[in-house]
């Protein structure tokens, strides 16, 4: 069965796990309550503002947003018990993956532990569908642990005996900020992590000059030396033949690419066959740049 039936059928017993109750009354979680109260803590803490609470479950981390709230759950019986809970909120049912809201409706997206369930492509399309509602997606998650794999397939056993299985993943702040496009680390604890990041600007800082000229640069340098294109998520993979010459002019322009559009996420490396890739990457409503660029 699905994460989405685990959860509706978790519902009703899910913030055991919260309040060390039912399953997890008595088992050995060192810290736990003083790491539930920092998260809470620093929820509590966060600047007021509309934030869209993604998959907010029974909206026992939701309860702390200041600010105008939205909570949106797939799973109707989470959605009764948080209704209940988040009187002055907006509740919504509806997917996370598709969110029924216009760009920038929001000055925040906020989620809890629904980031580390989500695999390739259900991850990106998340991160996307977050950056076009919001300028900023705070993500809280289940933090690395010595007992468990930082992602693997994991048996859940709900109080009545069934069983589902459910991808689940740990993080480190800093890991999870890098994967977002850069972000900070708002609390590492031993159980949670949350992350803060910001959309980055789309705009090229060149002017419209300089952008051609630096157009041009890419094209002479791809017509002499690009060997072959390879599409890849969020952006391109280009082979070049590698000389010293090659080496020098893609270096010199990878960095002035950096500074003139820190939204690029580019990288070098030498190929296993001797020559040289370049991967370029952009969020979303930017990956028509990396065509221009590169295309
Ligand atoms: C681990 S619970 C987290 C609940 C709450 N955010 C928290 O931190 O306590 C994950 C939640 O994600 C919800 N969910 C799973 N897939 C979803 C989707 N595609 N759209 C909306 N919610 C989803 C589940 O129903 C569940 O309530």
């Known amino acids: 069965m699905s994460m989405k039936e685990y959860y509706d059928t978790r519902a009703p017993e899910y913030d055991e796990w919260y309040l060390g109750l039912g399953r997890f009354d008595g088992i050995e979680r060192p810290d736990w309550d003083e790491d539930v109260d920092a998260l809470e803590q620093t929820i509590a803490a966060l600047p007021a503002a509309q934030t869209l609470d993604v998959a907010c479950g029974t909206g026992f981390l939701t309860r702390h947003l200041r600010g105008s709230v939205t909570a949106l759950e797939q799973s109707r019986r989470m959605l009764a018990i948080a209704s209940e809970r988040l009187c002055a909120a907006t509740i919504v049912h509806g997917d996370a993956l598709d969110l029924p809201f216009g760009d920038d409706s929001f000055d925040r997206v906020f989620t809890g532990h629904f980031y580390g369930h989500l695999e390739e492509p259900e991850r990106e399309r998340f991160v996307a569908e977050a950056r076009r509602v919001a300028p900023e997606l705070i993500v809280v998650d289940a933090a690395v642990r010595p007992d468990r794999q930082r992602a693997e397939r994991q048996q859940r056993v709900l109080n009545d005996g069934t069983r589902f299985e459910v991808y689940k993943r ?126």
């Open 170 to 295: 740990h993080f480190r702040g800093d890991e999870l900020a890098q994967e977002l496009g850069g972000g900070e680390v708002l609390l590492e604890n031993r159980w949670f992590v949350a992350v803060a990041s910001r959309r980055r600007p789309v705009a090229c800082s060149l002017s419209s000059a300089d952008a051609a000229k630096r157009q041009g640069e890419w094209q002479r340098l791809l017509r002499g030396a690009a060997l072959e294109r390879i599409a890849v998520p969020g952006g391109m993979r280009v082979k070049f033949r590698a000389d010293d010459a090659i080496r020098a002019e893609l270096d010199r322009l990878v960095d002035a690419e950096r500074t003139c559009s820190p939204f690029l996420e580019l990288t070098v490396e030498a190929s296993a066959e001797g020559g040289l890739v370049l991967t370029v990457t952009a969020p979303h409503d930017a990956e028509p740049v990396v065509q221009a660029l590169l295309g």
